[in-house]
T-cell receptor, first 109, second 114 residues
Framework: GQNIDQPTEMTATEGAIVQINCTYQ??????LFWYQQHAGEAPTFLSY??LDGLEEKGRFSSFLSRSKGYSYLLLKELQMKDSASYLC??????????WGAGTKLIIKP | IAGITQAPTSQILAAGRRMTLRCTQD?????MYWYRQDLGLGLRLIHY???????GKGEVPDGYSVSRANTDDFPLTLASAVPSQTSVYFC?????????????FGPGTRLTVL
C-alpha cells in the first residue's frame, strides 16, 4: 500500500532549529515534496527531493533517503511566522501526490 | 497576476442539493487537481486532469464529477450533496503534471453540508 507518516505536532523555540521527519511507502516513487500551510490558507511549495541527499534553500533544508523511505525538513533560526503545518507528500508512479496529514509546528518565544 | 481563483469562498448547503465549485487558473498550466482536506487527514485527491479534454479519478471520486472544457477552468460538481462531503476543497494546478512539477493551490472553498 501507500502510506505517509509524520508527527502530528511539534513545539520549538524562536531562534532554534527543528527537524520534521517523514516516512513513506509509495509504489513507483518519483520524488518527495514539502509544503507549508498556515492556518486557514492554501499549501505553498517549499522543497522537492528526488535524489538522496540534502537540498538547502535559505533557512530551510530537506533531506531524502530513498533506500530508507525517509525524509526530513530542517528549519533553522526559527521565526514566529514559521508557525504553520508542514505537509510531506510523495509522488507515485503516475506523478500523483500522496499526502501526509501534516505536522503542526508551534513556535514559542 | 491572479494565479488560481476559487469560488465560492465558503458555502452552506442543504443535503441533496447540487453544487458546483469553480476553479480558474491564468498560468496556462496543463494539469489541474481537486483535493479535499479534512482534519487529521492528508489532502486527498478527488479528480485530476492532465490536459484540457481529459480527466481522471483520484483517491476519493465517489459523489463528485469534473469537466475540463478548456485549459483555464476545472469545475467540481457535487450532484447530490451529503454531510460527509463537508470539507475544505482545494483546487491546484501544475505546468505538466509530471516529474518535479510544483502544484500551485487556490485559496480553497469551505463547504458545509447540513
Amino acid at each position: 500500500g501507500q502510506n505517509i507518516d509524520q508527527p502530528t505536532e511539534m513545539t520549538a523555540t524562536e531562534g532554534a532549529i527543528v527537524q520534521i521527519n517523514c516516512t513513506y511507502q509509495t509504489s513507483g516513487f518519483n520524488g518527495l515534496f514539502w509544503y507549508q500551510q498556515h492556518a486557514g490558507e492554501a499549501p505553498t511549495f517549499l522543497s522537492y527531493n528526488v535524489l538522496d541527499g540534502l537540498e538547502e534553500k535559505g533557512r530551510f533544508s530537506s533531506f531524502l533517503s530513498r533506500s530508507k523511505g525517509y525524509s526530513y525538513l530542517l528549519l533553522k533560526e526559527l521565526q514566529m511566522k514559521d508557525s504553520a503545518s508542514y505537509l510531506c507528500a510523495s509522488q507515485d508512479s503516475n506523478y500523483q501526490l500522496i499526502w501526509g496529514a501534516g505536522t503542526k509546528l508551534i513556535i514559542k518565544p | 497576476i491572479a494565479g488560481i481563483t476559487q469560488a465560492p469562498t465558503s458555502q452552506i448547503l442543504a443535503a441533496g442539493r447540487r453544487m458546483t465549485l469553480r476553479c480558474t487558473q491564468d498560468m496556462r498550466h496543463n494539469a489541474m487537481y481537486w483535493y479535499r482536506q479534512d482534519l487529521g487527514l492528508g489532502l486527498r485527491l478527488i479528480h485530476y486532469s492532465n490536459t484540457a479534454g481529459t480527466t481522471g479519478k483520484g483517491e476519493v471520486p465517489d459523489g463528485y464529477s469534473v469537466s475540463r472544457a478548456n485549459t483555464d477552468d476545472f469545475p467540481l460538481t457535487l450532484a447530490s450533496a451529503v454531510p460527509s462531503q463537508t470539507s475544505v476543497y482545494f483546487c491546484a494546478s501544475s505546468p505538466h503534471g509530471t516529474g518535479s512539477d510544483t502544484q500551485y493551490f487556490g485559496p480553497g472553498t469551505r463547504l458545509t453540508v447540513l
